[in-house]
């Protein structure tokens, strides 16, 4: 059973950076395509980004220009690079993982982390 733990999440001043990362255990991560969607208080949950078994990453375009997603297979590890933060970037956010790249672009991976939070102050 594959297991995501997300960490880096915490409170950052707005036009900040930050990096999350996913570790991946219970299963060889060069097989699952990884995806990073958030949840703010009382909106919908949100793609974010999400990247193929071989590398190919793809943005949700009101991030794209400021967030990059990354992948290292060695360290068995997703990664999520944020920068210039804003206000609007508070959330919850979540690793998730799947064999189908189609199921984590589409929000139904098989595989979610319990999220970590990032809270940007302005």
């Known amino acids: 059973q594959v297991q995501l733990v997300e960490s880096g999440g915490r409170l950052v001043q707005s036009g900040g950076s930050l990096t999350l990362s996913c570790a991946v255990s219970g299963g060889s991560m060069s097989d699952y395509a990884m995806g990073w969607f958030r949840q703010a208080p009382g909106k919908e949950r949100e793609y974010v980004a999400g990247?193929?078994?071989?590398?190919?990453?793809f943005h949700a375009k009101s991030v794209e220009d400021r967030f990059t997603i990354s992948r290292d297979d060695a360290k068995s590890t997703a990664f999520l690079r944020m920068n210039d933060l804003n206000s609007e970037d508070t959330a919850v956010y979540y690793c998730t993982a799947d064999e189908h790249l189609s199921a984590v672009l589409g929000g139904r991976a098989g595989f979610w982390g319990q999220g970590t939070q990032v809270t940007v102050s302005s």
């Open positions: 990247i193929s078994w071989n590398g190919i990453p």
